[in-house]
């Protein structure tokens, strides 16, 4: 069974930098995509990022594209670290940060939610003005 942990996060003044990861072991497959999800309080799921392990290909949300940045280490077909760089962050990245693991894509991928399987438990973000 996949399992989804992710470390990092915190707060950080608008402006500054800070690093998720999200450690995935269990993996049995070499084909699949790795997301980021948000949410604030209040606020809808949304997606911020994805990579697909086969191609290394990336998609980013309008609202973070060009300051988010997603890469992956994929040590061996059962373990991967998933890393979202975010920089130049902005109160209104404030959320609970979920990495999530899709096999619905391979070689690009999309940040909708239903077409990812198993999910992290989350973190928590925090940008202060």
């Known amino acids: 069974e996949v399992q989804l942990v992710e470390s990092g996060g915190g707060l950080v003044h608008a402006g500054g930098s800070m690093r998720l990861t999200c450690a995935a072991t269990?993996?049995?497959?070499?084909?699949?995509?790795m997301g980021w999800f948000r949410q604030a309080p209040g606020k809808e799921r949304e997606g911020v990022s994805c990579?697909?392990?086969?191609?290394?290909?990336?998609?980013?949300?309008d609202y973070v594209k060009g300051r988010f940045t997603i890469s992956i280490i994929s040590s061996d077909n059962a373990k991967s670290t998933t890393f979202l760089q975010m920089n130049s962050l902005k109160p209104e990245d404030t959320a609970v940060y979920y990495c999530?693991?899709?096999?619905?894509?391979?070689?690009?991928?999309?940040?909708?939610?239903?077409?990812?399987?198993?999910w992290g438990q989350g973190k928590q973000v925090a940008v202060s003005s």
């Open positions: 269990g993996l049995i497959r070499d084909d699949y995509a």
């Open positions: 999530a693991i899709s096999y619905y894509y391979n070689y690009e991928c999309y940040v909708y939610p239903p077409r990812y399987a198993s």
């Open positions: 990579i697909s392990v086969r191609t290394n290909s990336t998609f980013y949300a």
